[in-house]
């Protein structure tokens, strides 16, 4: 160390600082990249501003190899083109698993911050909840409401919402802990701050606004994964109508025959896309470590 | 005769420990008041009821399990506001012996009640500058939205711009350097010192009448507690502030109170002028009084010339004192006390008293009392 003058030193702090920096921008870059895409897609196939021909069966290409003449990303067994099915797909989770997670963070963020009023009664329901759930297969436990009701998404998406809310109130209801350590909340009533300012402004936005998306990004994430893996068993979005589930279901059985890509397509969309929720999760959850410590 | 801007009367406090079924006391009887541009200093051990005067004046025992008794009265422009008027109808004592729950109380009517009450006083009337200003700020929102805040809710200001100056103009006024850059700072991002400041514009900037501090110098450096308590002085002076300063050091009372209590175990033992209470050459003090006194001034130790088997004595004092949470409140000065032996006044009589009674505050000149058998 001695024979680092004070520019080196500077030096190689700054460029770890950009170092990490870069990392994160390249990350940001892939989000923006992937959910964009997602994004895209949805709004042209609900708002049919491109003609997307999902169920047209093309017999002069069935099983058709990617960039084939027009069939960017090949076929499948029926020959209806994977791109389009692909882009189709999006419908089946975006909407439904930003309900979920509306659900969840709103909900559990109100019932979190309801312990703010030192009521036993809500921590112990929020702790019991946990643990219940935690005690429970998620997938058994929606295999069990469709058996009860019927394969619906929205049923789907309602139960992961729901079962969501406990893990958000605890996530919101330990930040508060935190802050009474510090004083904070003590002091800020005692300064004549009112309590919906104190838990909407101070608690719920500026403390744990990041942790809140954080675990938006996660829940988005499971949602897709849940949505997906139901479909890949048959009890999510019913063929005809594609989802990136059942579209990696109907192909496996051509996987053997030597057809990869009509099942490995959607998969590597499913895996791309949670990738890019799961990366936000973690830059956000590595900023408030730096920021508390 | 001035009208106070807060009178507290026969303040009691009582914990309740579940687990034992038993109240603890925290607070005896304890009554003072607070005229205006007056300083009132409150001294006394840890543990001994200073924190909990200062949170029930605030309404911040609410929630906990207990019974609070007695009168705080804020008086704002003449309208009088007592803040623990009918509020033990929401308590239910059983009796201890039989094991049931001891206390019930209707915590939620209790709340509400209470919170109805400090609405108006909270900020507007009383404002309070914390022992840790760091941890007492918001840790992800600028010093300077946060005393823009409190402009905007306490002060008849509306307008974000003009409340933004006004806190930057607070900011000034406690010596902060480069206000308008400061005023995006962070707490982290702000040295102990300069927190501190920061809490004090905040506090100053609801406009309240009445200050209280709690432990204001603790967690800084000595330099910088010196710098802290020039600026209290010098804002007193200039705003003709009323303020509760609640600390364990002299140099603190010496400087800025009017008036000094020392608490002994939830109890005020001495009451009087700073003057004549820091005044470590004179006799009639209480004898713990006159032990924090040896404590402080080197000089009188030396003049005491106290011998090893006082001193060794003291030294056992200060070992009790650990345990007297779990002490009657009668009789735990009694154990402590240090003239015990030599007091001059050692009747049988006095002596079965100081063992099994509480001395009634006796009052001795002007306005000093002292609660001791000694000089009852």
Redesign the interface.
Known sequence: MNNMTKKEIYKSKQKNTSSRSFFEGLILIYCVIILGSVFVAYTLTTFELVNVNYEDMDFDAILALPFTEGHLLGTDYLGRDIFNRLLMGTQAYLIPGLMAVSISIIFGSILGSLTI??NRGIKRAISLSTDLLQTMPRLVLLMLIIAIFEADIYYIMLVIGVTNIPTVADLVSRRIDILRD???I??????????H?LIGK?ILW??CRILLIGQASLGMAEAVLMETSLSYLGFGVQEPIPSWGNMVQTGTNYLLQGNLWSSTIPAFAIMLVLLAFYLIAEVLIKRIDK??S | MLTPILKVENLSVRFFLEEEKRLLPALCRVSFHINENEVLGIIGESGSGKSVTLLSILGLLQGNPGIIEGKITFNTNGNEINTLQDISEYVTINNCETNDEVIRKNIHSWNKLTTKRYSKILGKVVSMIFQNPRLAFNPYYSIGKQIRESVLLHTKENNKNTAKETAIDWLTRVKMEAPALRYNNNPYGLSGGLCQRAMIAMALASEPQLLIADEPTTGLDATIQDEILSLLEELKKRHKLSMIIVSHDFNVMHRLANRVLVYFNGFIIEEGNTDVILDHKSDTHHPYTSLLLNTEYDDIRKKNDFSENTQDQQFENQNSSLNTINVEPKASFYNQCPYYKDCDRITSDIKDSCATSIPPLVSIHNNHKIRCWKFA
Do not use: L, R, V
């Open positions: 009023f030192k510090k004083s904070f003590e002091a800020s009533i005692a300064n004549g701050t009112p309590s300012t101070h500026y403390n920021n508390s």
